[in-house]
């Protein structure tokens, strides 16, 4: 009778060939599946037949054949470069370890980046079925189906985008999800235009994306739009744009810039009006799978109907493009970002939730007042949310009172052997670093990550647009994002002006507080 010595137990274990026992069902502790005495050829422990007391983890040890004998170590492209090592969960235990590759729990053998005496600490972990896919050869992994004539290969899902341009490793398990944290704020406008760009793509046809129109009406502003290559070389009058180095074009629907990257955008020749090529393909309505179905029949031009504030998405205020209905508000970026991403921050992916009561934002340790339609992310097993703001801080952000880059804070683990207490450079308040911050090692310089940039909530916002209309200034001038230096009075409730966000008609030292306008 064959032998083995298995890892996971102390004694032999013993080879049964589909042995003709009469009794309760057993189940592998390796894989956790139900053994068929009468079919399946397994192992059991040998010291069972000597100690049969119920407390005994011999008695009832049995693991499929199969499960005996998956490879100690396992390298394949779908996991990374590290050859991952198979560990036991701990026997007859109730807890449950995800898996990293396909999310699903799991109490049976798994396969870890670190050795087995370690594994509490590995970075990856991965299921039995996940590793079994990638051991089958490729004439297993073919299927046919009745609609195609071709067989079908099982693969892993293409990376659909990845923010992080460091390739950090440690989120190989995810590649078709988005990363955050952005490497910085190019790469997050990148990311941006990307989330855009793929709302778009759903709702167009092929030929409409491969061949952009010279002239297009665009639902979002009154005039006609014409396409223009900002690297132009061509003497084509619709396509010429010749730019000053340091002129910074700003897209009127993401209210982000248009980078050198961005080659082809549209533009208004009577106003300073211009969109990304991805933004104008934007849809005038879809469906968004928790705020239901959003539109906007005009652009800007309308924004009465629901104020200036992403309500349910990133909570600032703006004058970009829209999308609502009754309940909610989503600028166009908070309106297309993925229903799931993967952050740096939290090992397993984060979806999108509607306002959970136990809310409470762990990047900035806030509980603040939402609403029924704000739209967070979090991992509902672990209980851990994030507001879409924080979410979408970069990795690295730049201050002119550092010469070095300041790298974005997620864990006390990250500053642990810090020698004291971190304060902020920008209001001197102690910096808890159980919250998100921004350091530079080099300069010990700290910053809170709403000190870092304290005009972060006008980002929304492009100063000097005029075509915002409301029926609350009802004339044919349209209305003007300032930040209002002078004294002056708000049209509406008659409180003094200076210093704050308002919007001005100049023809008609017309003004109103931000407030005031986006009142119901």
């Given at each position: 009778?064959?032998?083995l ?9 013993i080879?049964?060939?589909?042995e003709p ?6 189940e592998?502790v390796?894989?956790?599946?139900p053994?068929n005495?009468l ?9 069972s037949?000597i100690d ?5 983890d011999c ?7 199969t ?5 100690s ?6 996991f990374?470069?590290?050859?991952l090592?198979l ?9 449950f370890?995800?898996?990293?590759a ?7 053998f ?14 990856f972990?991965v299921?039995l079925k996940?590793?079994?896919s990638?051991?089958k ?5 073919n ?6 004539d ?6 892993q899902?293409?990376?659909?985008f990845?923010?992080?341009d460091m ?6 398990g ?18 941006m235009?990307?989330?855009i760009?793929k709302v778009?793509?759903a709702?167009q ?18 005039h006609?739009?014409?396409l ?10 619709n396509?010429?744009c ?11 629907g ?11 955008f ?8 211009f969109?990304h090529r991805?933004?104008?393909q ?8 928790l705020?239901?179905k959003?539109?906007?029949e005009?652009?800007r031009?309308?924004h ?5 504030h ?7 205020v ?7 209905n009754k ?11 993925p229903r799931m ?7 397993h992916?984060l ?8 809310f ?14 704000t739209?967070?992310?979090g ?7 994030f507001?879409i703001?924080c979410?979408i ?14 790298y974005l804070i997620l864990?006390?683990?990250?500053v642990?052997?810090h020698?004291h207490?971190?304060?902020?450079e920008?209001c ?9 911050f921004?350091?530079?090692n080099i300069?010990d310089?700290s ?6 940039d304290?005009?972060?909530?006008l980002?929304?916002i492009?100063f ?6 409301s029926d609350k ?5 349209g ?8 004294k002056r009075?708000c049209?509406?409730c008659?409180?003094?002006a ?5 919007l001005e008609?100049s023809p008609c030292k017309?003004l109103?507080?931000e ?6």
């Open positions: 009778m064959a032998e010595k298995h890892f996971f137990h102390e004694h032999k274990l080879l049964n060939e589909a026992v009469i009794g309760k069902e057993v592998c390796g894989c956790r599946r053994i005495k079919i399946d050829a397994f192992y059991k422990c040998n010291n037949l049969s007391s119920p407390s005994s008695v009832g040890f049995y693991m499929h054949k499960c005996s004998e998956l490879p170590t396992f390298t394949r492209p779908l990374p470069k590290q050859p090592s560990f036991a969960l701990p026997y007859r235990k109730q807890n370890f995800p898996c990293d396909c999310d699903s729990e799991s109490q049976c798994m396969y870890c980046s670190e050795s087995s005496a370690n594994w509490t600490n590995s970075e972990l299921c996940c590793v079994i990638e051991l050869s490729q004439e297993e992994r299927r046919y189906h009745p609609g195609h071709h067989p079908l290969t099982l693969v899902s293409p990376a659909l990845l923010v992080n390739n950090d490793e440690a989120d190989w995810h590649s078709n999800l988005m990363h955050f944290p952005a490497h910085d704020e190019a790469s997050l406008h990148k990311a235009q990307q989330c760009m778009a793509n709702h046809h092929d030929s409409a994306i491969a061949e952009p129109s010279p002239y297009i009406k665009h639902w979002a502003h009154r006609q739009l014409a223009r290559n900002k690297n132009a070389t061509t003497s084509t009058p396509l010429s010749k730019l000053a180095e340091t002129e910074i074009l700003i897209c009127d993401c209210i982000k810039p248009i980078s050198l990257l961005d080659e082809l549209y533009e208004c020749n009577s106003c300073n009006f969109l991805s933004c104008s934007f849809p005038e309505e879809f469906e968004h799978h705020a239901g959003l539109g906007r005009f652009g031009e309308d009465e109907l629901d104020g200036l992403c309500k349910a998405g990133c909570g600032l703006g004058n970009g493009i829209f999308m609502t309940t909610a508000s989503l600028d166009i970026c908070c309106a297309s970002l991403i993967k952050h740096e921050a939290h090992r992916p979806s999108q939730l509607k306002n959970p009561d136990d409470f934002c762990k990047a900035c340790l806030d509980q603040p007042e939402t609403n029924e339609e739209i967070m992310y991992c509902e097993r672990c209980k851990f949310y507001h703001g979410v801080r970069p990795h690295l952000m730049n201050h002119r009172w550092d010469p070095h880059p300041l864990s006390p683990k990250n642990a052997d020698p207490e971190f304060e902020c920008l001197s308040l102690q910096i808890n670093p159980s919250s998100w921004y350091h530079c300069c310089l910053f809170h990550t709403d000190c870092i304290p005009d972060d909530w980002s929304n492009k000097g647009a005029n075509d915002i209309y200034h009802p004339h044919p001038h209305l003007t994002f300032i930040f209002n230096k002078k009075n049209n509406l008659g409180k003094d200076r210093d704050m966000l308002a008609c017309y109103v507080h407030e005031c306008f986006d009142e119901d």
